[in-house]
């Protein structure tokens, strides 16, 4: 305990740091767990007036008057780091045309009745990049628009919120027609890309001129983009060093009155950390690939068009067919999607879901809420 003490004084210099971070009731709200008090109003040169353990942690008595407890757990950590710990994760499994043998499945009613089902499913989003929910009923969308609500909340867009169409091109966009999709992402032309996307296959209605026995398209696809980029990295790792290098134009222009950009030109390969954190690929939308940008167009376009090889293997895409009570949720940072054209007039509804507000559920429903705040706070 004295080694530990002396660490604490001799580590944590300047002292204003430790003192900024109290945790006690009049420094923090316990009920928001947000700074109660005004940090620079601490003297600048703040320092301890007397230090002593207890079986919890470290009492410190300021020069200022205040007291403050550190527990261990907090005090060892940041003896090993300058950061908290944000790991409260789990692994990701990575996978290509195989994973149609056993695709991640939770049930509605385990979805809508408790809150381990909510905890199951986000949990396999996490990990796999999509899951299915199976049995949802498909005469009323609204049900799935509520089951799509026990995740979070529905992103609104000029799209609108929670969308229910038919292709009939109401909004000019691919994705209200009867065509062909390759695999992309969604939203490359926001900052902040949607985080799910879910469909669910209301019913499908083919013209009287085609038998019921025709094979009737619309086929969807998945592509684990981050399976693709780890491969591509793998066999071509100056195309990967491009395509994480390389910032590009993104936009959606096809209404009146919208020309959506984000705020700046991202690459379609994010990377953050050393660590690839976001797929942004819809050739679709993509702008004019520029000039400065470290690379020649022409090195962008050899890179890309290995890039979309990788997409395209059969090892890579996984073909399903929807049907009524099956919805998908998808990771829109990670997963690409697409699909087979069709003919007749398919009813899909489905939403857009906010990253943060995911990934939230997932860790308030998969870990212990003491965990979830230590990694953040401490």
């Known amino acids: 305990m004295v080694e530990m003490l002396m660490i604490v004084l001799v580590l944590f210099r300047p002292y204003f740091w430790l003192r900024d971070n109290c945790r006690c009731a009049s420094c923090i709200n316990q009920d928001t767990r947000q700074r109660n008090f ?15 353990s207890t079986a919890e942690g470290v009492a410190v008595k300021w020069s200022d008057g205040h007291e403050s407890n550190y527990d261990w757990d907090f005090i060892q950590h940041y003896v090993k780091e300058d950061k ?11 996978w290509g045309a195989e994973i149609a043998s056993n695709p991640p499945t939770v049930s509605y009613n385990e979805v809508m009745n408790s809150d381990q089902g909510v905890a199951d499913l986000t949990a396999k989003i996490q990990k796999y990049g999509f899951s ?16 799509l609500e026990r ?7 000029h799209y609108g919120g929670f969308y229910d169409f038919i292709p009939d091109l109401a909004m000019a966009d691919t994705a209200y027609t009867n065509l062909a999709l390759p695999a992309h992402t969604d939203n490359t032309y926001f900052t ?3 985080g799910l996307q879910a469909f669910h296959l209301l019913s499908h209605t083919l013209p009287p001129s085609v038998s019921a026995e025709t094979v009737q398209g619309g086929a ?71 000039f400065g940008e470290g690379y020649t167009p022409e090195e962008w376009y050899g890179a890309a068009r290995k890039w979309d090889e ?7 895409e996984y073909w399903v067919q929807l049907t009524p009570g099956r919805v998908l949720v998808f990771d829109n940072w990670r997963v690409m999607h697409g699909r087979s054209a069709f003919e007749g007039i398919r009813r899909i509804c489905g939403a857009y879901i906010n990253r943060d507000d995911w990934i939230s559920r997932w ?16």
């Open 151 to 157: 995740i979070a909340f529905i992103r609104l867009t």
């Open 192 to 194: 902040d890309p949607s």
């Open 363 to 378: 860790r308030n429903t998969n870990f212990d809420r003491k965990k979830v705040l230590d990694s953040v706070i401490g």
């Open 310 to 316: 990788m997409l395209r293997r059969r090892e890579s």
């Open 84 to 94: 908290r710990d944000r790991s409260v994760t789990q692994d990701q499994h990575y």
């Open 220 to 290: 969807s696809l998945l592509v684990d983009g981050f399976n693709a980029a780890k491969v591509l990295k793998k066999e071509d790792p100056n195309a990967y060093e491009i395509l994480t290098q390389v910032r590009l134009p993104w936009h959606a222009s096809g209404n009146a009155g919208i020309t959506i950009t984000p705020d700046r030109l991202y690459p379609v390969l994010e990377v953050v950390d050393g660590e690839l954190g976001r797929v942004r690929w819809n050739n679709d939308d993509r702008g004019v690939v520029p």
């Open 38 to 52: 005004n940090t620079f109003a601490i003297p600048a040169d703040i320092k301890p007036e007397s230090v002593s």
């Open 132 to 147: 299915f929910i199976s049995s949802t009923p498909s005469h009323d969308p609204d049900l799935t628009r509520q089951v």
